[in-house]
């Protein structure tokens, strides 16, 4: 959220330089135009209030994109979770549970170099 995307890169490129199987877990949120409703309310409200703060949220993906990004790094394994994922795991039967979601959360894996032909 607060990084670039360069500064983004550059991490996970360091990072892919870690021992294969080495995981990431990290948050990112999605942008403006994807969400709705009280999401959309409570993600307008946080981000004008990191903006005051000094920290404008100046990256956001779609899972897709989060899912591409960390692949083109050299991870796999790749968990993307939000809302739906929330609810399909701890309130299976439930229809009153409201889980706002600008946030998502992925955890991805360190995948062993490709070898050379």
């Known amino acids: 959220m607060y990084l670039t995307l ?3 890169s550059a991490t996970l490129a360091t990072m892919a330089g870690c021992r294969p199987g080495s ?3 990290l948050t ?3 942008p403006p135009a994807v969400l709705g409703g009280t999401t959309a309310q409570i993600a307008a409200a946080f981000a004008a209030i990191a903006a005051e703060m000094g920290e404008p949220f100046v990256s956001r993906f779609l899972p897709g994109q989060m899912d591409q990004l960390l692949r083109e790094h050299g991870f796999g394994e790749i968990a993307d979770f939000g809302p739906d994922e929330a609810r399909a795991s701890y309130f299976q ?3 009153d549970v409201d889980i706002a ?3 998502r959360l992925v955890a991805a894996t360190v995948m062993p170099a490709a070898a050379d032909a």
Do not use: E, F, K, L
């Open 6 to 8: 360069d500064a983004i």
């Open 101 to 103: 979601g600008a946030q």
């Open 93 to 95: 039967g439930c229809t």
């Open 23 to 25: 995981r990431v877990v």
């Open 28 to 30: 990112y949120s999605q």
